[in-house]
Each structure stands twice: as C-alpha cells, then as structure tokens.
C-alpha cells in the first residue's frame, strides 16, 4: 500500500513561487495517478492538478497556466510548482494517489492521501 509525504510548504509573497513535493514508498509508484488537491480554512478540499499514471495531466481553472504538475518516477515523487501565488492560494495541500488513474478531478476517485502541507501567501 502506497504511502505519501508532502514537503515543501511554508509562507510565501503575492508574486512568489513554491514548489511541493510529495514522496511515496510502499508500491510502484509509476502504476499511480497523482493530485493535488487543497482546503482552505472553511471550504470544501478542492482539486488543483492532477497527472495520470499514463503522464496525462489536468488542471483547475483557478490555477492553470500558474501552476506545474510533474512527476519523477526514478524518485517516487511528484512535484507542484506554484507560481504567482496570490491569497487565495492560501490553504492545506494534501497529495493523493489513484492506482492505474488517469489523472481526474474527482475526490472520491483517491484512496490514499498524505498528512498535507501547509501553504500561506502573504499579500
């Protein structure tokens, strides 16, 4: 069974940029889809990217052409890059797996979610 670990969260300016990583052990991490999805103080967890265990890669709207969604499967890891970060950016991001998924926004298609990370943009 797949485990995730999340890193690379922390406070950040409006403009800046982060990078996420989220590392898994414990399967063939190639075989899994991987997300990002993210829960703002108050709201529902939303989705943010996504890439398929067939590298297909898909993005809400809110942060397409800001964010980059990549993964290493020599390092059983993917990463999110962040970039013009704004306040509403601000929130938990939590890295979820779906074996043999192909990349889909849907929440209840990920079984297995790591601790999350806590991302906080300063305006």
């Known amino acids: 069974q797949i485990q995730l670990v999340e890193s690379g969260g922390g406070l950040a300016q409006a403009g800046g940029s982060l990078r996420l990583s989220c590392t898994a052990s414990g399967d063939i991490f190639a075989r899994y889809a991987m997300a990002w999805f993210r829960q703002a103080p108050g709201k529902e967890r939303e989705f943010v990217a996504a890439?398929?265990?067939?590298?297909?890669?898909n993005y809400a709207d809110s942060v397409r052409g800001r964010f980059t969604i990549s993964r290493d499967n020599a390092k059983n890891t993917v990463y999110l890059q962040m970039n013009s970060l704004n306040s509403e950016d601000t929130a938990v991001y939590y890295c979820a797996a779906e074996y043999r998924g192909m990349g889909r926004a849907v929440i209840g298609q990920y079984d297995k979610w790591g601790q999350g990370t806590q991302v906080t943009v300063s305006s």
């Open positions: 890439i398929g265990w067939t590298n297909k890669i």
